[in-house]
Every structure is written in structure tokens, then in C-alpha cells.
């Protein structure tokens, strides 16, 4: 049977596991695959294992309550080993790796931010202080045929977008990364134009939530941030 692998932690760790339930239906028991100086928290994978509501709870169950007692480093919901032997292969091989990542991200959290701009906005503003744009706005309003500066128009607006969101990703970049330890930015995708997670310190939490409002407010109404958190530092694994 594989091994389904909830987190990595020193091998001081308490791991206190004997009120938490693992994942499957009966929960499967918990159990620690311990080699040197790290430890991996296990459990056995039932067959057909899905991303249902019930296990993802108990995945993050046993997260948050390792992540209580002291570093820990979170698995992705679903991660599998063949098995415990071969777990132990990995923790041995990069145990130096693991450790030095635990002492990084002990005593910190993740929180997420996505930021969008209302679509009106932004291109009143671009018809507003593009001259191109406004011209060739014009020129398609007032001739239906003009397939050719429809096409043009389009991919001038395309290009204005991506730019001007690309500017304020950096921007918003630039005011909150001292508020936290790290940053690592993903694809906003098409309906953002910054999605980030951040390593905030435990102790500093307040102070980056505050950051992040401050940073909404000054941008203003049409702008629209979404944090998540805190989470367990998934993105800084």
C-alpha cells in the first residue's frame, strides 16, 4: 500500500498525533517515518483516494496542529510515496535540505493576494491617455466594415492592459514585500493582474494585513484584493 505523506518536520518535534486522524474513510491512524535529524508524518493512502471535502479537512487538521507545536513543512493534499522504506530514502537523502528549509519558514505563515482592476476602469483610462486608441476607437465607431483596425484595436488594447497591470503588480510589489520575508509571485491569470503569496512572520501578522488595506485604499474603489490566510506555507516548500 503507498504511503500518503501529510509533512516533514525535525525529528525533535513533538508530534503529538494521537488525536488527529489521517485521511480516508475510516481515517486512517498516523504514523512517523523518522531517519537522523527529520521526520515525515504518514499515513497508509486508501485506494481512490479523491480531493473530498472530508480528507482535505483532515489533511489540513493534522497541518495546522503539527504547525502549532513548532516548523513544519506542509505537503500538498495527495502526495504519495511507495512506501515507508522509500520515504525514508528521500528524508536521509535531503535531510541537510529539509533542515535547513524548516529553520527558514519556523514561525511563519503564508498569506495569498490577488488583486484585480475593474475592466471599465482600466480602459477609460487607456481611451483617456492613449491617442492611438482613441483614433482608431473612433475610426471602428464609425465605419462597421473596418475589420483591419478592429483587429488593431484590439491588440493595441490587449497590450495596454497587460502593461498597465504589469506596472501595478510591481508597484503594489514594491509597497508590501518589506511587510514580509518573502515573496513568490504565480500567474494572475486573466482576471488579475498580481497573485502572490507572501512569508509573513507569526509575530507580524497584524502588521501585513494592515499594509495590504492601506494598499487598497490608496488605489482606491475600482481596485479589488482578495488575502487569503494565514495559511501554511505551501508556496515556500
Known sequence: MSTYVYAITGADHPLRLDD???????????????????????????????????DVLAHENVLE?????????????????????????VLDREAPAYQERLAELDGHVEYN???ARDEQDMLREILTQSEQVRQLNERTRSNPAAHDERVALGELVA??????????AEETMQRLSPAAARA??????????????????????DAF????Q????????????????????????
Open 159 to 168: 497590450h495596454e492592459v497587460a502593461a498597465r497591470g504589469g506596472g501595478q
Open 20 to 54: 488527529l486522524q489521517g485521511v480516508g474513510d475510516p481515517p486512517s491512524p498516523l504514523r512517523t517515518v523518522t531517519t537522523g535529524t527529520v521526520a515525515a508524518v504518514v499515513s497508509d493512502a486508501p485506494a481512490g483516494l479523491r480531493a473530498k471535502r472530508r
Open 65 to 89: 496542529a503539527l504547525m502549532s507545536d513548532g516548523a513544519t513543512l506542509p505537503m500538498r493534499f495527495g502526495l504519495l510515496g511507495p512506501d515507508d522504506e522509500r520515504v525514508a530514502e
Open 209 to 212: 494585513v494592515r499594509a495590504v
Open 214 to 237: 492601506e494598499e487598497a485604499d490608496r488605489l482606491g474603489e475600482a481596485y479589488t484584493f482578495t488575502l487569503t490566510g494565514p495559511l501554511p506555507p505551501y508556496s515556500f516548500v
Open 184 to 205: 513568490s509571485r504565480s500567474e494572475p491569470g486573466a482576471s488579475h493582474f498580481l497573485n502572490v503569496s507572501f512569508l509573513v512572520p507569526t509575530g507580524s501578522t
Open 113 to 115: 493576494l490577488k488583486a
